[in-house]
């Protein structure tokens, strides 16, 4: 009556051993570590950097405890903050600008944890330190753009094709185009249809004008807001890298705000001044009659820039285009010979400016050039093949379908897409989120220990049943969060709490309908499986209703209430695993196999 079958004792051991496993992590604590990332594409973190690095520390008399290699850096571990420090400096001296060398914290787990992917899990600003910013996108403004932009290739487009008008104006979200004749307007009409699919246009007659209404069509003006957020979102990661932030948390939130969470940092100044670093892109030519020799001095009106993978180049001083002319740039294929390329968009001067210079040019290498900081790096520089008119221009020539993307993005996200302003700011220090780490284990350990003695006092031998299925739910809850790399936060700590009070429950009505069943007479067989089975419907019924809460929390909630919500919904999962399943194991171990048990330890 109370034994299960082997297969499920086995199942529950399983369980328990994979929760140790995976919640052992959280136990070692973490190193001082540098962390050493590829700035630009071209390069990658390898066994080679790796070797860079441990060659530099061994130079300095630095010893680390372990460098390990990842898929996006390479990580350095120390025994305390002065080797950091040190490291730190003599990486960046040798690695140069095309890394970023970052302090970071790692994981003293030893490598067979880490080998099978059991991580601890990562700590929020809240218990961590470092600050917060959420960003508000002027979408507006980024519309507005849009609209100028294209009343700029409106003008650009009617002069290419000698069509006669009389102006272009804006007015918001609508470009108002007029005409002295009827068939002018309709030539107009048909032509800009052709070029702009993403505008409607309309028609309308005011006295002796002939107007033509331009507008945003509805999935254009979606496409346009959310290329922002992507485009805004690309550039605040490019930027937040320099920060040398080990996890931060760049994510969007709602249609338009990004939360921005830096753990660890604590200079909001210098944050704020990156995030809201502005960046510009130029186009030179490539001075094609000197070659650069290192140590050599720069011929006159030339400057010279590195190219992606690090090769020299000499660019002449004068610009024939910048950034600012740039509406859009999305990777595809060349269609001659399908090789992967950029397309770009300019708008109305630029596309007059950079069909100037292509047809005057033809044969030459043109350079694109990113700038910030006051540092410019080459995105690219192919050969003008042919003069190149109509504002949609091609970069191609020996590059992968990754570069394609990433050259895109970085011509997208050389700037941000739409203004943004900080709506929210919070600075948490290091002292106290350790503080709130210690307040929020010892409250969680007091409870816990407060339970254990009026759950054994109360229950006796049930109740240290209870008891010992409350510290495997805590373990399975744990080892999830883990699995999950959850971030943990006070409100996580206040949810973990919350499920030990929760899971306990459970356990007291089993043991009150055990009692009850005993009251009534029953055998002591009779009643524990009256009690598990009869309790069930009433501990699934609660915890059903609270899920249910829970998943409504996570839903429609944010920030520190989703962080709460989800250490709730995995809570009341292990909750019921271990109040009937773990718990119900055990006490069939201590009283299943008697067959004429008398009494049982209950209270």
Same mark, same amino acid.
């Given at each position: 009556?109370?034994?299960?079958?082997?297969?499920?004792?086995?199942?529950?051991?399983?369980?328990?051993?994979?929760?140790?496993?995976?919640?052992?992590? =959280?136990?070692?604590?973490?190193?001082?570590?540098?962390?050493?990332?590829?700035?630009?594409?071209?390069?990658?973190?390898?066994?080679?950097? /790796?070797?860079?690095? #441990?060659?530099?520390?061994?130079?300095?008399?630095?010893? %680390?405890?372990?460098?390990?290699?990842?898929?996006?850096?390479?990580?350095?571990?120390?025994?305390?903050?002065?080797?950091?420090?040190? &490291?730190?400096?003599?990486?960046?001296?040798?690695?140069?600008?095309?890394?970023?060398?970052?302090?970071?914290?790692?994981?003293?787990?030893?490598?067979?944890?880490?080998?099978?992917?059991?991580? %601890?899990?990562?700590?929020?600003?809240?218990?961590?330190?470092?600050?917060?910013?959420?960003?508000?996108?002027?979408?507006?403004?980024?519309?507005?753009?849009?609209?100028?932009?294209?009343?700029?290739?409106?003008?650009?487009?009617?002069?290419?094709?000698?069509?006669?008008?009389?102006?272009?104006?804006?007015?918001?979200? /609508? +470009?108002?185009?007029?005409?002295?004749?009827?068939?002018?307007?309709?030539?107009?009409?048909?032509?800009?249809?052709?070029?702009?699919?993403?505008?409607?246009?309309?028609?309308?007659?005011?006295?002796?004008?002939?107007?033509?209404?331009?507008?945003?069509?509805?999935? #254009?003006?979606?496409?346009?807001?959310?290329?922002?957020?992507?485009?805004?979102?690309?550039?605040? @990661?490019?930027?937040?890298?320099?920060?040398?932030?080990?996890?931060?948390?760049?994510?969007?939130?709602?249609?338009?705000?990004?939360?921005?969470?830096?753990?660890?940092?604590?200079?909001?100044?210098?944050?704020?001044?990156?995030?809201?670093?502005? +960046?510009?892109?130029?186009?030179?030519?490539?001075?094609?009659?000197?070659?650069?020799?290192?140590?050599?001095?720069?011929?006159?009106?030339?400057?010279?820039?590195?190219?992606?993978?690090?090769?020299?180049?000499?660019?002449?001083?004068?610009?024939?285009?910048?950034?600012?002319?740039?509406?859009?740039?999305?990777?595809?294929?060349?269609? @001659?010979?399908?090789? %992967?390329?950029?397309?770009?968009?300019?708008?109305?001067?630029?596309?007059?400016?950079?069909?100037?210079?292509?047809?005057? =040019?033809?044969?030459?290498?043109?350079?694109?050039?990113?700038?910030?900081?006051?540092?410019?790096?080459?995105?690219?520089?192919?050969?003008?093949?042919?003069?190149?008119?109509?504002?949609?221009?091609?970069?191609?020539?020996?590059?992968?379908?990754?570069?394609?993307?990433?050259?895109?993005?970085?011509?997208?996200?050389?700037?941000?897409?739409?203004?943004?302003?900080?709506? #929210?700011?919070?600075?948490?220090?290091?002292?106290?989120?350790?503080?709130?780490?210690?307040?929020?284990?010892?409250?969680?350990?007091?409870?816990?220990?407060?339970?254990?003695?009026?759950?054994?006092?109360?229950?006796?031998?049930?109740?240290?049943?209870?008891?010992? &299925?409350?510290?495997?739910?805590?373990?399975?809850?744990?080892?999830?969060?883990?699995?999950?790399? &959850?971030?943990?936060?006070?409100?996580?700590? !206040?949810?973990?709490?919350?499920?030990?009070?929760? !899971?306990?429950?459970?356990?007291?009505?089993?043991?009150?309908?055990?009692?009850?069943?005993?009251? /009534?007479?029953?055998?002591?067989?009779?009643?524990?499986?009256?009690?598990?089975?009869?309790?069930?419907?009433?501990?699934?019924?609660? =915890?059903?209703?609270?899920?249910?809460?829970?998943?409504?929390?996570? /839903?429609?909630?944010?920030?520190?209430?989703?962080?709460?919500?989800?250490?709730?919904?995995?809570?009341?999962?292990?909750?019921?695993?271990?109040?009937?399943?773990?718990?119900?194991?055990?006490?069939?171990?201590?009283?299943?196999?008697?067959?004429?048990?008398?009494?049982?330890?209950?209270?």
């Amino acid at each position: 009556m109370n034994q299960y079958p082997l297969w499920k004792y086995l199942l529950i051991l399983v369980a328990l051993i994979m929760g140790l496993v995976y919640t052992l992590p =959280n136990f070692y604590g973490e190193s001082p570590a540098v962390q050493v990332q590829p700035l630009r594409s071209s390069l990658k973190a390898d066994s080679a950097l /790796m070797g860079r690095v #441990e060659a530099a520390l061994k130079a300095a008399s630095l010893n %680390p405890l372990a460098v390990a290699l990842d898929a996006t850096s390479v990580k350095a571990r120390f025994n305390d903050t002065d080797s950091q420090l040190k &490291a730190k400096d003599i990486l960046q001296a040798q690695l140069g600008e095309d890394y970023v060398v970052a302090l970071n914290l790692v994981s003293r787990s030893p490598q067979w944890l880490t080998g099978i992917n059991a991580l %601890p899990m990562y700590l929020g600003l809240d218990l961590r330190g470092g600050v917060h910013f959420l960003l508000q996108i002027d979408m507006k403004g980024a519309l507005d753009k849009a609209m100028e932009s294209a009343s700029g290739d409106i003008r650009s487009t009617l002069r290419e094709q000698n069509i006669a008008y009389a102006g272009v104006s804006r007015d918001g979200k /609508m +470009a108002t185009v007029k005409f002295r004749d009827a068939e002018a307007r309709g030539k107009g009409e048909a032509e800009l249809k052709q070029r702009f699919g993403g505008l409607v246009f309309s028609e309308k007659d005011e006295g002796s004008e002939y107007l033509l209404l331009a507008t945003l069509k509805p999935t #254009e003006e979606k496409r346009i807001q959310d290329s922002a957020v992507q485009q805004n979102l690309v550039t605040l @990661r490019n930027r937040v890298n320099e920060l040398g932030v080990a996890e931060p948390v760049i994510q969007q939130q709602g249609v338009d705000r990004i939360v921005v969470q830096l753990p660890g940092v604590q200079d909001t100044a210098r944050a704020k001044d990156i995030l809201g670093r502005t +960046a510009t892109l130029e186009v030179r030519l490539v001075d094609e009659e000197h070659h650069f020799v290192e140590g050599s001095a720069v011929p006159f009106g030339t400057e010279m820039f590195k190219e992606r993978d690090g090769t020299p180049l000499l660019v002449k001083k004068s610009v024939l285009l910048t950034g600012e002319r740039i509406n859009d740039a999305q990777p595809g294929f060349d269609n @001659r010979s399908n090789e %992967p390329a950029v397309h770009l968009n300019l708008d109305g001067v630029g596309a007059r400016k950079f069909k100037e210079a292509t047809r005057e =040019n033809v044969g030459k290498r043109m350079a694109i050039i990113l700038f910030e900081k006051g540092k410019g790096e080459i995105v690219t520089a192919p050969v003008i093949r042919e003069e190149i008119g109509g504002g949609r221009v091609q970069i191609s020539g020996r590059m992968s379908t990754t570069e394609a993307q990433d050259t895109a993005l970085l011509l997208r996200a050389g700037a941000l897409a739409a203004p943004m302003e900080i709506v #929210e700011e919070r600075t948490v220090g290091p002292s106290l989120g350790a503080d709130n780490i210690t307040r929020g284990f010892h409250s969680t350990q007091i409870g816990f220990v407060a339970i254990a003695i009026f759950m054994i006092a109360y229950y006796l031998m049930f109740g240290t049943v209870s008891v010992l &299925a409350l510290g495997a739910n805590l373990l399975l809850l744990v080892a999830l969060l883990s699995m999950l790399q &959850a971030t943990l936060t006070l409100p996580g700590m !206040a949810g973990i709490a919350l499920t030990l009070g929760m !899971a306990i429950d459970s356990n007291v009505l089993i043991n009150e309908r055990i009692r009850e069943e005993l009251r /009534m007479g029953n055998t002591p067989q009779a009643s524990i499986h009256a009690g598990y089975e009869q309790a069930f419907g009433t501990i699934f019924d609660s =915890n059903i209703t609270t899920l249910i809460a829970g998943i409504a929390l996570f /839903m429609f909630g944010s920030g520190p209430v989703r962080g709460f919500a989800v250490v709730l919904c995995l809570g009341i999962m292990t909750s019921m695993f271990s109040a009937v399943l773990v718990s119900r194991a055990m006490v069939n171990l201590i009283y299943g196999r008697r067959i004429r048990l008398s009494k049982v330890s209950i209270g």
